[in-house]
């Protein structure tokens, strides 16, 4: 069965700071790993997906086949990326989600 | 993101009620999905529908029932409410084609629902 692993719950850096939200997945097939997030009181909406191999609001993000992750990457963090970090990985129709990762950015 | 909307935003019941999560959209989605959002377990999906009348079993989906009579409507009902129903409920909608771009999933604002 698929499954998306999430290892840190809280990651809490300073403005300015690299940030990296890791991403692990387990799945037989071909993966195909997106990110989403999720502002304060905001619904979820999608920031990347690994196919496009584009970069959003600074972030990146780079399929790794042989370490099976997905790390969300950003080299210099700013208060309004503070925000809920879901990675997914898609089968069939359906997404499979991580537990999620709470980026704090401090001032 | 006005596409999709939920109704209600929040909800109070009491265990053993049953209550209808409402969701729509407009953009003639053929792929809508029911998810509920708790914290330690993230979001996990309770049913999907590929089309109207075609619906199927997610992760967690004990206790709920769905329906999809027209493309734009996917209500979720808890027939009989108990306390460990109590989160966050995302429903989201998503086209279908053969281009993986299509297949980005929008969610709609969420519905928070209290089981007392």
């Known amino acids: 069965a698929q499954r998306v692993t999430q290892p840190e719950k809280l990651l809490s850096v300073f403005k300015g700071a690299p940030v990296e939200l890791k991403c692990n997945y387990s799945?037989?097939?071909?993966?195909?790993l997106f990110w989403y997030v999720q502002y304060s009181r905001q619904r979820l909406q999608l920031l990347l997906r690994?196919?496009s191999r584009e970069s959003i609001k600074g972030f990146t993000a780079d399929l790794n086949k042989g370490e099976t992750s997905f790390h969300l990457k950003k080299p210099f963090a700013q208060e309004e990326d503070s925000a809920m970090y879901y990675c997914?990985?898609?089968?069939?129709?359906?997404?499979?989600f991580g537990k999620g990762t709470m980026l704090l950015v401090s001032p | 993101d006005a596409g999709i909307t939920q109704s209600p935003r929040y909800k109070i019941t009491e265990t053993g009620r049953q209550v209808t999560l409402m969701c729509h959209q407009t953009?003639?989605?053929?792929?809508m999905f029911w998810y509920r959002q708790d914290l330690g377990h993230g979001l996990r999906l309770i049913y999907y529908?590929?089309?109207?009348?075609?619906?199927d079993k997610g992760e967690v989906s004990d206790g709920y029932v769905v329906s999809r009579s027209k493309t734009e409507n996917f209500p979720l009902t808890l027939e009989s409410a108990t306390r460990s129903q109590t989160s966050v409920y995302f429903c989201?909608?998503?086209?279908?084609?053969?281009?993986?771009?299509?297949?980005?999933?929008?969610f709609g604002p969420g519905t928070r629902l209290t089981v007392t």
């Open positions: 989201a909608s998503s086209g279908y084609g053969t281009s993986l771009i299509s297949y980005e999933q929008y």
């Open positions: 799945y037989s097939g071909s993966p195909e």
């Open positions: 690994h196919i």
């Open positions: 997914a990985l898609k089968r069939y129709s359906t997404l499979t």
């Open positions: 953009w003639s989605h053929s792929y």
């Open positions: 529908s590929a089309a109207a009348d075609i619906t």
